[in-house]
């Protein structure tokens, strides 16, 4: 990738990964195939973002409603989240990546929680791609989290609510350090964000796509992506127009 592309790429990728269940239920196949299939996609797209050099990548993996499905479909998302992140983190490894989880651990199993703590522990030197994981998250949960954190340093006299800036509320989230989003994609054509990510998108771009997520390409992320490099970005200002 030439100089020129390279900056014109997002800072960072979010992808809303919609659409297993209906991909096989349209094939007369149990949901958890459908979620197989979509660890597949996962495996492909972590890949295309690694070889253009996005350096942030973050997958809504499980959210924390994702909690109310079935026992049975609960269990086996799981076992998949344990074979991925078992899995590629070696991947991960050898092609310089950081893997990262943001969401609630309170609720995670305690070998789900060992997994995700050794897997940081063994890529957080890597400086290429940052790829997140969002499992057990949901951002009403996140961000009631940093106002109580705010409230409570306030309430203990170390910190002066009139002080309390954007910039120090986005330090108590679970994405700090990271660049909001620039690039919010959503698969299977619903129109919403579901709890991802509501304060850090609240200047991103949005794109939907009809396809369902495991049938979501190589070619549609770059399309995605070169989508995103020739919209004007404005962040709530008037870009005046230069008179010949």
Known sequence: MTNEAQSRLPRHVAIIMDGNGRWAKKRLMPRAAGHVAGVSTVRMIVRAANDIGLKNLTLYAFSSENWKRPVTEVSHLMTLFRAYVRDDVTELVRNNARLRFIGNRSRASADILALMEESERRTEANTGLNLTLAFDYGSQEEIVAAARELALAAARGELNPDDITKELFAARLSTAGTPDPDLV????????????????????????????????????FLNAVNSYARRERRFGAVVEETVA
Do not use: C
């Open 185 to 220: 994609i959503r698969t299977s054509g619903e129109y919403r964000l579901s709890n991802f990510l509501l304060w850090q998108s609240a200047y991103a771009e949005f794109l939907f796509v009809d396809k369902l997520w495991p049938d979501f390409t190589r070619e549609d």
